[in-house]
């Protein structure tokens, strides 16, 4: 899920520690991570990288920080949904749409927080997806959110009634799957960079995905003397 990196528009709750401009300098870091950990997984499964992107028109923000061999897919939430889905929702669902219209067996949406998720985890969800039979497969995060849910159908009510940007999002998606009888299989959790403490922890941790550019960034600010929190 690709948010076009912008200043003052871009990881706003890392600012404080970081200012807007060093905020969307590690977003589109993120960016690059992201993706190209995604092309990392494709080389042991049948996996293809996409950026859902929004809004519509910020390509031009959104193609330089994409590992290469990644496409894209508007997610803008502009579509017909139940009412219930509403907000990200819609971009969640929209996304998951568009690419299993590609035709694709399964898709899944992936946060872009998340640079140094363990390359594994994503072969993990493909292949959990690929077997036969529809299910649902969720990695949470310790926030109380998810860092990826992967369906085999776009089911729109994984998306309904869900109070975004809150502990409750993985809990409330667990409940959803429940009250449709859809199997849902749970990965280990992993860590979102959202606010000055995962930030703190992301320049400590040297485990997971290598995250160069994310690394670097880090690296430029330490440098200079800029904002990096300990």
């Known amino acids: 899920m690709a948010k076009a990196p912008r200043s003052g528009r871009s ?19 993120f960016l690059r991570d992201t993706t190209a950990n995604i092309l990392e997984a494709a080389r042991t499964a049948p996996i293809a990288a996409y ?12 193609i330089p920080n994409l590992a290469r061999g990644t496409q894209l897919v508007p997610a803008d939430g502009d579509i017909p949904a139940p009412p219930a889905v509403e907000g990200f929702g819609r971009c969640l669902l929209q996304a998951v749409g568009s690419m299993l219209a590609e035709g694709h067996a399964a898709a899944c949406v992936l946060s872009a927080d998340i640079p140094t998720l363990p390359t594994r985890r994503l072969v993990q969800a493909a292949r959990i997806l690929l077997a036969p039979g529809d299910r649902a497969v969720v990695g949470a995060c310790d926030d109380g959110g998810y860092y990826i849910l992967g ?10 009634d869900i109070a975004w940007s809150t502990d409750t999002v993985a809990a409330a998606t667990r409940a959803r799957a429940r009250e449709i009888g859809l199997d849902l299989v ?5 860590f979102d960079v959202d606010d000055a403490a995962a930030l703190a922890r992301l320049s400590a941790d040297r485990t997971g995905f290598a ?3 994310t ?4 690296a430029r600010l330490a440098e200079t003397s800029e904002a990096v929190p300990a």
């Open 186 to 190: 749970e990965l280990e959790p992993w």
């Open 211 to 213: 995250a160069p550019a």
């Open 11 to 29: 990881k706003t709750r890392l600012c404080p520690p970081l200012s807007p401009d060093q905020a969307a300098r590690l977003s589109a870091a």
């Open 51 to 62: 950026a859902a992107y929004a809004p519509r028109g910020a390509e031009a923000l959104v």
């Open 215 to 218: 690394r670097a960034v880090l």
């Open 151 to 160: 369906l085999k159908q776009a089911h729109a009510r994984l998306f309904a």
